[in-house]
C-alpha cells in the first residue's frame, strides 16, 4: 500500500497567515491527490485534486502543487472558517490511502 | 444541492452484522461512482469500498473484504453497505461520498458512527 505521510500534524496560525501543509507519498503517484477541510461533526468537503486543481466553490485562497511524491496544501491568508483538519488523499492504485491529517489551530 | 443522507448511529455487539444506507439527491445518482470511507476515534480517513455507476465493479479494503458488500439502488437513489462479523475495531465514523470515476471524492454524508461493544 501507498503511505501518506503529512506534516506538521498540528500548525497554530493567526488570521491572516500563510499556512503551509505537506503530504509525502511513499512512491510516485503522478499527480493523483486530493485534499479535504474536515471539520468536527460536518462532512469532509473536496478542497484540491490532481495535485493542484481547486474544487469549484473553494476560496481562491487555497492551492494545492506538488506532483510525484511530494505535494503542499497552501492557504495564502488564513480565514476564521479555515481553522480544520486538512487530509490528503491518493487514487494512484487501490487501496487509496488518506495522510493523517494536519488540524489547523487558533494561535 | 448535492446532498447524501445517512442513516442514524448505532451500537452492536461483537459478531452482529448491520447495514448502513445513504439516500443521495441533487445530481446524477446512476451516474455516480459512490464509496464509503471511515474514520476510527483518534484516527485517519480510510477507505472501505466503492461501486461502479452499474454496480458491476466492487472494491473493498483488505480490512473488511468478506465482511462487507457494498450495493446500490439506482431506482431508489440509495447506497448500502452490509456489514458482518463486526469487531471491535469496525468502530468509526462511516461516511458515504460520491465520487469521480478516477477516485477523488466530491461530496460526503454527514457521517453515521458505528459502536462495536459488549
Known amino acids: 500500500d501507498i503511505q501518506m505521510t503529512q506534516s506538521p500534524s498540528t500548525l497554530s496560525a493567526s488570521v491572516g497567515d500563510r499556512v503551509t501543509i505537506t503530504c509525502r507519498a511513499s512512491?510516485?503517484?503522478?499527480?493523483?491527490l486530493a485534499w479535504y477541510q474536515h471539520k468536527p461533526g460536518k462532512a469532509p468537503k473536496l478542497l484540491i485534486h490532481?495535485?493542484?486543481m481547486l474544487q469549484s466553490g473553494v476560496p481562491s485562497r487555497f492551492s494545492g502543487s506538488g506532483s510525484g511524491t511530494d505535494f503542499t496544501l497552501t492557504i495564502s491568508s488564513l480565514q476564521p472558517d479555515d481553522y480544520a483538519t486538512y487530509f490528503c488523499q491518493h487514487y494512484h492504485t487501490y487501496p487509496w490511502t488518506f495522510g493523517q491529517g494536519t488540524r489547523v489551530e487558533i494561535k | 444541492e448535492v446532498q447524501l443522507v445517512q442513516s442514524g448511529g448505532v451500537v452492536v455487539q461483537p459478531g452482529e452484522s448491520l447495514r448502513l444506507s445513504c439516500a443521495g439527491s441533487g445530481f446524477t445518482f446512476y451516474e455516480s461512482t459512490m464509496y464509503w470511507v471511515r474514520q476510527a476515534p483518534g484516527k485517519s480517513l480510510e477507505w472501505v469500498s466503492l461501486i461502479s455507476w452499474d454496480g458491476e465493479k466492487k472494491y473493498y479494503a483488505d480490512s473488511v473484504k468478506g465482511r462487507f458488500t457494498i450495493s446500490r439502488d439506482n431506482s431508489k437513489n440509495s447506497l448500502s453497505l452490509q456489514m458482518s462479523s463486526l469487531r471491535s475495531e469496525d468502530t468509526a465514523w462511516y461516511y458515504c461520498a460520491r465520487g469521480a470515476s478516477s477516485g477523488f471524492l466530491t461530496s460526503w454524508g454527514q457521517g453515521t458512527l458505528v459502536t462495536v461493544s459488549s
Open positions: 512512491q510516485k503517484i503522478n499527480t493523483w
Open positions: 490532481t495535485a493542484s
